[in-house]
Structure formats: C-alpha cells, structure tokens
Nanobody
Framework: VQLQASGGGLVQAGGSLRLSCAAS????????VGWYRQAPGKQRELVAG???????NYADSVKGRFTISRDKTKNTVYLQMNSLKPEDTAVYYC???????????????????WGQGTLVTVFS
C-alpha cells in the first residue's frame, strides 16, 4: 500500500490548511495512521494519530488546533490544521502503523516508505 500526502502550501500565521493522505494499491482502513512532521534541523515527530476505530491523539503542540479524521469509504486520512503558527512549518508525512491501535504509531513502523511528504510553510 502506497500512501501519498498532499495539501500543503504557503499560509499566513493564523490560517488553515487541510492535508490529505490517500492510499493506493490497497487499503489502510484496518490500521492506525499517523501524521508526522519534520522541520529543518529537527527530528521527525508524530503530530496526530488515528486508530482503525477512530480514536485519536495529538502532540501537545497542536492540541486544540489540529484535527485528524479518516474516511474509510475514500481510503483517506485528513489533517485539518487551524490557527497555524510559524513553528508548524515542516514537511508533513503520513504513515500507517503495523497495528490498529495508536500505540502502533510511536515509534513509527520500520516498514514502508515515508514518501515525499507535503511541505507546509507558515509565515508571520
């Protein structure tokens, strides 16, 4: 299963973006999926995760601003990002876990590729 992240762009602080993670070549509906990000010079971090059953968790830095959701009919996971800050600037990646619970997302699965990600740039 290949995952493709899209929806990034250039946005002013306080603005919003919605990222999409689409699966092809199969389904990831039975797995947890995470959105990760990597800013220049920093390690990749888990931003938000969603289990196969719809449970969610968030990094403290994005709680109350980001919302992760999934549409199993479209085989797609979304990340709605509101009240964006310059420190949200990063390349965002989606990746499925090796299981169906949120615990499967951290550390990230060693299997599968990260793909190209989608760049989010927030300017003040």
């Amino acid at each position: 299963v290949q995952l493709q992240a899209s929806g990034g762009g250039l946005v002013q602080a306080g603005g919003s973006l919605r990222l999409s993670c689409a699966a092809s070549g199969g389904t990831f509906n039975f797995y947890a999926v995470g959105w990760y990000r990597q800013a220049p010079g920093k390690q990749r971090e888990l931003v938000a995760g969603i289990s196969s059953g719809g449970s969610t968790n968030y990094a403290d830095s994005v709680k109350g601003r980001f919302t992760i959701s999934r549409d199993k009919t479209k085989n797609t996971v979304y990340l709605q990002m509101n009240s964006l800050k310059p420190e949200d600037t990063a390349v965002y990646y989606c990746k499925r876990g090796d299981g169906n619970t949120l615990a499967a997302l951290s550390p990230p699965s060693p299997f599968g590729s990260w793909g190209q990600g989608t760049l989010v740039t927030v300017f003040s």
